[in-house]
């Protein structure tokens, strides 16, 4: 029985139900990770470094949003939510919109990249809550192989609790400064006889940061997600979840002197977001050694932060309303996955799937109606273990865009084990990102029709990243203590920015950047007691531009935004347009950034954890800049039992130091996005 408890919580850990009967695998000295490969592996023999954010790292933080936890991992950069949504990336490359689309999210399997938010993640619409995941797995490196497009520069697969591990019911508010109001609950319990259930539903708000010059803040969220699975026999489970989030908040701007809303252009108003979804999963133990799965996904995302023009206030205009959030995106997506031993010392996983996404929009693609994309995929990856001494990967996918085209994506992976407690591993991958619906088919009109703003470029290729590294992992159990440290170069060719190609022609998006990253990683854990765990990051890195094949033809184009740069090629100049690029590109990422994590578990049922974060500057957008900064949270709990029930009493503060910038600093107007300390208090109940 014991055994089996093992698989089970194995295959709900595994994003596609990937189950083998290899003891190692299970009672493997070092952590088994699956996000990689999608094949179970120990650290030391998966094809990329990983950094895995438990359960215990997530209530020790306090953490209130799932965005706030990549503060924990190296290389990844994140700001607080504001009147713009939060961000999360890997290594820069930070782009003139709300949304990340170059590091794939997954719950339970299912990707989190929309449509409608231009083929990126939405971070207020995150359909879980930090108390239902068990553990979250980043790849800290391409992995277009195993998960597609969007895997381009890395990938957070977020796996929630087992229902199984869920019964009773729990309750939890939090009240503090700032607005902070939230409340959840949450039940679990048996389904028939061989079935289990999780419920959850949870709302948060506060005021957000506090507005000022032309700009205010308010936030609210709430998510409601179910879980059913259910064992049909001894090799045969279905899995089915569904779920619900909203959330509400301000966006627009005020007058810079009166402070008054300008009904005229982009009043202050409510944004509206939601998303729904759907996923059923079969799993069937195929033998001792394979197993196949078969998942399907519906998600559905809309937003709203429309605005009327009064044609009696601003005078009669041909589209009287703006919504450049709006209205809705679908996808649909199927996938089956087949994994097996071909032969001895050698597994292999392959699978393919097939999606359908499509997005309306009335502002941003007048007068298109719905366009559609449909995207076919096919991808393998096999491990190689032909001694004690050495593990080999290789893995390739294939993908056909009807928007985009087709494109292979190929990696390679060797790890050499010098002793039990240290690996050294080699790898190369290839990668490619492909725009979003509305980068190939946009068209925004102006309010009063005289000009199109922004039109979609349908000839737009995609960005392609060629990824080399060397890594090194040691695990030293005596010492309770392991090492990660990646270095890593990295190319990113044919960036595309929405930019104006002609002078009177509307914005589009182009190629107009070569990027190259290097730098390296390390990721320190020891625990030197039971009752105390240490975890220090640290991520340097430098960032380098220059212009791409078609760069160079727009600033050769007499009438181009870029025009006059080619006439000065050898002389060291820069037309100032493309400066700008050029500044965004390289201050994209800070060039130092670290962070601390200290656990520490107290006498009498108290828990303290303390969370220290150094970041240098940063630019998020062409037109904000963040100064370095340091942040220090912290978190103080106690454990309790009262009448045979039990709880937890915490209290939280963020920012200790105090205000500080993480996403625009003032500059010479009062017009920064700062973070003030924030406190609150939580009690949460277990019956």
Same mark, same amino acid.
Request: aromatic share 10%; hydrophobic share 35%.
């Given at each position: 029985?014991?055994?089996?408890?093992?698989?089970? +919580?194995?295959?709900?850990?595994?994003?596609?139900?990937?189950?083998?009967?290899?003891?190692?695998? =299970?009672?493997?000295?070092?952590?088994?990770?699956?996000?990689?490969?999608?094949?179970?592996?120990?650290?030391?023999?998966?094809?990329?470094?990983?950094?895995?954010?438990?359960?215990?790292?997530?209530?020790?933080?306090?953490?209130?949003?799932?965005?706030?936890?990549?503060?924990?991992?190296?290389?990844?950069?994140?700001?607080?939510?504001?009147?713009?949504?939060?961000?999360?990336?890997?290594?820069?490359?930070?782009?003139?919109?709300?949304?990340?689309?170059?590091?794939?999210?997954?719950?339970?399997?299912?990707?989190?990249?929309?449509?409608?938010?231009?083929?990126?993640?939405?971070?207020?619409?995150?359909?879980?809550?930090?108390?239902?995941?068990?553990?979250?797995?980043?790849?800290?490196?391409?992995?277009?192989?195993?998960?597609?497009?969007?895997?381009?520069?890395?990938?957070?697969?977020?796996?929630?609790?087992?229902?199984?591990?869920?019964?009773?019911?729990?309750?939890?508010?939090?009240?503090?400064?700032?607005?902070?109001?939230?409340?959840?609950?949450?039940?679990?319990?048996?389904?028939?006889?061989?079935?289990?259930?999780?419920?959850?539903?949870?709302?948060?708000?506060?005021?957000?940061?506090?507005?000022?010059?032309?700009?205010?803040?308010?936030?609210?969220?709430?998510?409601?997600?179910?879980?059913?699975?259910?064992?049909?026999?001894?090799?045969?489970?279905?899995?089915?979840?569904?779920?619900?989030?909203?959330?509400?908040?301000?966006?627009?701007?005020?007058?810079? +002197?009166?402070?008054?809303?300008?009904?005229?252009?982009?009043?202050?108003?409510?944004?509206?977001?939601?998303?729904?979804?759907?996923?059923?999963?079969?799993?069937?133990?195929?033998?001792?050694?394979?197993? =196949?799965?078969?998942?399907?996904?519906?998600?559905?995302?809309?937003?709203?932060?429309?605005?009327?023009?009064?044609?009696?206030?601003?005078?009669?205009?041909?589209?009287?309303?703006?919504?450049?959030?709006?209205?809705?995106?679908?996808?649909?997506?199927?996938?089956?996955?087949?994994?097996?031993?071909?032969?001895?010392?050698?597994?292999?996983?392959?699978?393919?799937?097939?999606?359908?996404?499509?997005?309306?929009?009335?502002?941003?693609?007048?007068?298109?109606?719905?366009?559609?994309?449909?995207?076919?995929?096919?991808?393998?990856?096999?491990?190689?273990?032909?001694?004690?001494?050495?593990?080999?990967?290789?893995?390739?996918?294939?993908?056909?865009?009807?928007?985009?085209?087709?494109?292979?994506?190929?990696?390679?992976?060797?790890?050499?084990?010098?002793?039990?407690?240290?690996?050294?591993?080699?790898?190369?991958?290839?990668?490619?990102?492909?725009?979003?619906?509305?980068?190939?088919?946009?068209?925004?009109?102006?309010?009063?029709?005289?000009?199109?703003?922004?039109?979609?470029?349908?000839?737009?290729?995609?960005?392609?990243?060629?990824?080399?590294?060397?890594?090194?992992?040691?695990?030293?159990?005596?010492?309770?203590?392991?090492?990660?440290?990646?270095?890593?170069?990295?190319?990113?060719?044919?960036?595309?920015?929405?930019?104006?190609?002609?002078?009177?022609?509307?914005?589009?998006?182009?190629?107009?950047?070569?990027?190259?990253?290097?730098?390296?990683?390390?990721?320190?854990?020891?625990?030197?007691?039971?009752?105390?765990?240490?975890?220090?990051?640290?991520?340097?890195?430098?960032?380098?531009?220059?212009?791409?094949?078609?760069?160079?033809?727009?600033?050769?184009?007499?009438?181009?935004? =870029?025009?006059?740069?080619?006439?000065?090629?050898?002389?060291?100049? =820069?037309?100032?347009?493309?400066?700008?690029?050029?500044?965004?590109?390289?201050?994209?990422?800070?060039?130092?950034?670290?962070?601390?994590?200290?656990?520490?578990?107290?006498?009498?049922?108290?828990?303290?954890?303390?969370?220290?974060?150094?970041?240098?500057?940063?630019?998020?957008?062409?037109?904000?800049?963040?100064?370095?900064?340091?942040?220090?949270?912290?978190?103080?709990?106690?454990?309790?039992?009262?009448?045979?029930?039990?709880?937890?009493?915490?209290?939280?503060?963020?920012?200790?130091?105090?205000?500080?910038?993480?996403?625009?600093?003032?500059?010479?107007?009062?017009?920064?996005?700062?973070?003030?300390?924030?406190?609150?208090?939580?009690?949460?109940?277990?019956?």
């Amino acid at each position: 029985m014991k055994r089996r408890r093992y698989l089970s +919580v194995l295959v709900c850990m595994l994003p596609f139900g990937t189950l083998l009967a290899e003891d190692e695998l =299970f009672f493997a000295e070092l952590p088994v990770v699956a996000s990689v490969s999608r094949l179970p592996q120990r650290l030391a023999d998966a094809p990329a470094s990983v950094t895995v954010i438990d359960r215990e790292m997530i209530r020790a933080s306090g953490y209130r949003s799932l965005n706030d936890l990549f503060r924990l991992v190296p290389g990844f950069q994140t700001f607080a939510h504001s009147d713009v949504g939060a961000r999360v990336n890997y290594h820069g490359i930070t782009d003139d919109n709300d949304f990340s689309p170059r590091v794939q999210v997954l719950i339970d399997g299912r990707s989190l990249h929309s449509p409608l938010f231009r083929g990126g993640v939405n971070w207020a619409l995150i359909p879980v809550a930090l108390e239902d995941i068990e553990r979250i797995e980043v790849v800290r490196g391409s992995n277009s192989v195993s998960y597609g497009t969007n895997a381009f520069l890395g990938v957070v697969n977020i796996v929630t609790i087992d229902p199984s591990l869920v019964r009773g019911v729990s309750v939890s508010a939090s009240r503090g400064t700032q607005g902070v109001n939230d409340y959840s609950v949450r039940g679990g319990g048996k389904l028939g006889e061989t079935g289990n259930f999780r419920l959850s539903y949870q709302q948060t708000s506060d005021d957000g940061l506090k507005g000022n010059y032309d700009w205010e803040d308010s936030y609210r969220n709430r998510r409601f997600d179910a879980r059913f699975d259910y064992a049909v026999n001894l090799r045969d489970s279905l899995e089915f979840s569904l779920g619900k989030v909203e959330g509400r908040f301000l966006s627009g701007s005020l007058d810079k +002197v009166t402070r008054l809303s300008d009904p005229c252009d982009d009043p202050l108003r409510n944004r509206d977001e939601s998303s729904t979804w759907m996923q059923a999963r079969w799993l069937r133990a195929l033998s001792e050694t394979a197993d =196949f799965s078969l998942r399907y996904t519906f998600s559905e995302d809309r937003g709203d932060n429309a605005y009327r023009i009064d044609p009696v206030t601003c005078g009669v205009v041909p589209y009287p309303k703006v919504n450049e959030s709006g209205d809705w995106g679908r996808r649909h997506e199927i996938e089956a996955t087949h994994n097996f031993v071909p032969m001895a010392k050698t597994r292999l996983v392959w699978g393919a799937s097939w999606r359908h996404d499509e997005m309306s929009s009335q502002t941003m693609m007048r007068g298109r109606g719905t366009e559609a994309r449909q995207v076919w995929r096919a991808f393998a990856n096999g491990e190689w273990k032909p001694s004690t001494w050495l593990t080999a990967n290789l893995g390739a996918s294939n993908e056909y865009d009807t928007l985009a085209g087709n494109h292979l994506s190929p990696r390679a992976s060797i790890a050499f084990h010098l002793t039990p407690e240290n690996t050294l591993r080699l790898g190369y991958t290839q990668a490619w990102r492909t725009a979003s619906i509305l980068a190939y088919r946009g068209n925004y009109v102006a309010v009063d029709g005289s000009e199109t703003i922004f039109s979609g470029n349908s000839r737009l290729p995609a960005e392609r990243l060629d990824s080399w590294e060397v890594a090194y992992l040691g695990n030293w159990r005596q010492w309770r203590m392991s090492l990660d440290v990646r270095h890593f170069r990295e190319t990113v060719r044919d960036r595309l920015m929405a930019v104006r190609p002609a002078k009177d022609a509307p914005d589009s998006e182009q190629s107009i950047q070569d990027i190259r990253i290097a730098g390296y990683e390390l990721q320190w854990r020891w625990q030197p007691l039971e009752s105390t765990r240490l975890l220090i990051n640290h991520a340097s890195l430098r960032v380098n531009s220059e212009l791409s094949g078609n760069g160079w033809v727009l600033v050769a184009t007499e009438d181009s935004s =870029f025009h006059g740069l080619a006439a000065i090629k050898g002389g060291g100049g =820069f037309e100032p347009e493309y400066a700008v690029y050029q500044r965004l590109a390289e201050g994209s990422a800070p060039r130092r950034s670290s962070s601390l994590m200290w656990m520490q578990k107290l006498p009498a049922g108290f828990d303290f954890s303390v969370m220290r974060y150094w970041v240098d500057a940063i630019k998020w957008t062409r037109n904000t800049d963040a100064e370095k900064y340091q942040r220090t949270d912290a978190r103080l709990a106690y454990n309790f039992k009262f009448a045979g029930q039990r709880g937890e009493l915490a209290y939280t503060a963020q920012s200790l130091e105090g205000r500080h910038a993480e996403q625009r600093k003032s500059g010479t107007k009062p017009n920064g996005r700062y973070v003030d300390q924030r406190h609150w208090i939580t009690l949460r109940l277990d019956f």
